[in-house]
C-alpha cells in the first residue's frame, strides 16, 4: 500500500512537539469501525492497537453505540460530578451483579478523574492515608501513568525525566524473573525489610501490574504473584495491582489477577471500563480502607456519564454470561501458534515472545529491529506499536472482538515483516 504522508498542516505548525503516535503512523485518519480504521485519502488499517487498550471490544462498537445514541437523544445528564444519577446507578448495579459478586469482591468503587494515571493517584493516596507512611514499592519496567505521583513508581528513565523535579517515596524492586531465575523472589525486597539499617522506610503500599505492557510484556508468574501477596501481608503492606491495560478482560479473566487467584487490597482500572474509548477510571478497594473524607479526593470529570452508559451495555453484551474470557483465551492461543511459527522461521536472531490472553510481545536481539518492523507493517495496513524502555519489543493489543480471519490476516502481515526486516 503507498501511503502519501499528510502535507504539513496544522498538525505540524499549531500542535505541540509532544505528539508521539502520529509519527509512526503518518495519516489522517477519519472512521473506524471494529477492528478497522480508514484514512481520508481511502486507506484502510488493521487494528492491532486498540486504542492503547481502551478498544477492547473494538471501534465504534454497534451495540454500545446504540446505548449511547439512545441516551444522548433523550438527553441524557452528560456531566454530573459526584452526583446520583440514573446512569451512574445503572452502572454501579450491573458492576456488582457482573463482575464483583460472581467472585466473591467484597470492593468500594470509587470514581476518581477519568484517567488511568487519576486512578493511581488515589490509590497511592488512599494508601499513605490508610497505613500513615509515605514510601511506596514499585517494580523494575512498570509503568503506572504520567502525573508526579504515579510517575515516581514508574520505571522509564525517559518518562521520569519528564517530570523536571525528583521524584520521591517511590522505591524500585525486581519484578519477577529480573534475574533471570538466578536469584530467590523477593530475596532483596524482603532482607530489605527486615533490616533495620537497610535506608528502606517502611512502605505504605506496593504497586504492581501482573503484566507490563509498556514495559515489555513481562509477564508475571502466578506464583510470583501469590508470594508477593503474602510478603504485602507479613509485613504490613497494601497490595494494588494496576489493571489499567490489563483489566477489562485482556488477560482472559475480567481481572488480570485473577488466574493467581490473590485478592488485592486495591485495584486501578480505565482504558476499557467505558468499552467505547470514552474517559472513565476506577480505584476500587476494600470496604475497611474507605476512610476518605467527603471531597478528599475528586475531579470536575469523575462523573462522565455517557462513559457509564457505554460501561454497563459492554458489562451486560460481553460479561453477563461468561464467554468473553473463553473466546479470548482460544483468540491467544491462536497468537501464540502464529509466535511460535514466526520465530521458529526467524533463525538466529534470538526472537523470543511472551504473553497472556490477547497481550503479546514479540523481542529481538537486535534492540532497532521491533521499531523497523512496526514501521513496514504501517505500510502494509497494520497498526503495531513498540514497548519496552527501549522500544525493543512488538506488542500486540487486538481487540478482543477481534476475529479469527482478523486475527490470523493481521499474522500473515507480522510475519512478512519480521521476514523483510531481518
Known sequence: MTITPPALSVFETLESEVRSYCRGWPAVFDRAQGSRLHDEDGHSYLDFFAGAGSLNYGHNNPVLKRALIDYIERDGITHGLDMATSAKRAF?????????????????????????????????????????????????????????????????????????????????????????????????????????????????????????????????????????????????????????????????GFFSFEEAGITPDIVTLSKSISGYGL????????????????????????????AFVTAAAALNAYWADGQMEKQTLARGEQVERALLEIVAEDTGSGARFRGRGLVWGLEFTDRTRASAICARAFELGLLLETSGPESQVVKLLPALTVSPEELDEGLRILARCVRETA
Open 279 to 306: 474517559p472513565m477510571s476506577l480505584c476500587l478497594f476494600k470496604p475497611e480502607l474507605d476512610i476518605w473524607e467527603p471531597g478528599e479526593h475528586n475531579g470536575t470529570f469523575r462523573g462522565n456519564n455517557p
Open 92 to 252: 454501579l448495579e450491573a458492576f456488582q451483579n457482573i463482575v464483583l459478586r460472581p467472585r466473591d469482591l467484597p470492593y468500594k468503587v470509587m470514581f476518581p478523574g477519568p484517567t488511568g494515571t487519576n486512578a493511581v493517584e488515589a490509590a497511592l493516596k488512599l494508601a499513605r492515608k490508610v497505613k500513615g507512611r509515605e514510601s511506596v514499592v514499585s517494580f523494575t519496567n512498570a509503568f503506572h501513568g504520567m502525573s508526579l505521583g504515579s510517575l515516581a513508581v514508574t520505571g522509564n528513565a525517559f518518562k521520569r525525566a519528564g517530570a523536571g523535579i525528583p521524584l520521591v517515596h517511590g522505591t524500585p524492586m525486581p519484578f519477577d524473573n529480573y534475574f533471570d531465575g538466578r536469584v530467590p523472589d523477593f530475596l532483596w525486597f524482603e532482607r530489605l525489610l527486615e533490616d533495620q539499617g537497610s535506608g528502606l522506610n517502611k512502605p505504605a503500599a506496593v504497586i504492581v501490574e501482573t503484566v507490563q505492557g509498556e514495559g515489555g510484556i513481562n509477564v508475571a508468574r502466578a506464583e510470583w504473584l501469590r508470594a508477593l501477596q503474602s510478603l504485602c501481608e507479613r509485613q504490613d503492606m497494601l497490595l494494588i495491582v494496576d489493571d489499567i491495560q490489563m483489566g477489562c478482560g485482556r488477560t482472559g
